[in-house]
């Protein structure tokens, strides 16, 4: 069973750039044919998908966080990472990284990991 789990800092100040790295195992991220999103979710809403990394290393983004939100991979590790530049506190939220047979679905998620930012 596939297995995902965020990392990185729990606090952030403005302006800076958050940076999330998900450590996948029993299953490898150049698998056909899947993706690897991050999804977040603002308190008080909903789940709001942000982009995702393909099998072949191709990227997708969300057209409202393009601008600001980078997705690369370590084949190597085994990871994927997040980083979303210029973050407001507006950005503060629980982030979880997906797998998914499609960018449209997920079958198996992480945890979750809190990310706040504040001065």
């Known amino acids: 069973q596939v297995q995902l789990q965020e990392s990185g800092p729990g606090l952030v100040k403005p302006s800076q750039t958050l940076s999330l790295t998900c450590t996948v195992s029993?299953?490898?991220?150049?698998?056909?044919?899947?993706?690897w999103s991050w999804i977040r979710q603002p308190p008080g809403k909903g789940l709001e998908w942000m982009g995702a990394i393909g099998y072949s290393g191709g990227t997708y983004y969300s057209p409202s966080l393009k601008s600001r939100t980078s997705i690369s991979r370590d084949t190597s590790r085994n990871q994927f990472t997040l980083q979303l530049s210029s973050v407001t506190p507006e950005d503060t939220a629980v982030y979880y990284c997906?797998?998914?047979?499609?960018?449209?679905?997920?079958?198996?998620w992480g945890l979750g990991t809190q990310v706040t930012v504040s001065s």
């Open positions: 029993s299953g490898s991220i150049t698998t056909t044919y899947y993706y």
């Open positions: 997906a797998r998914g047979p499609n960018l449209y679905e997920n079958d198996y």
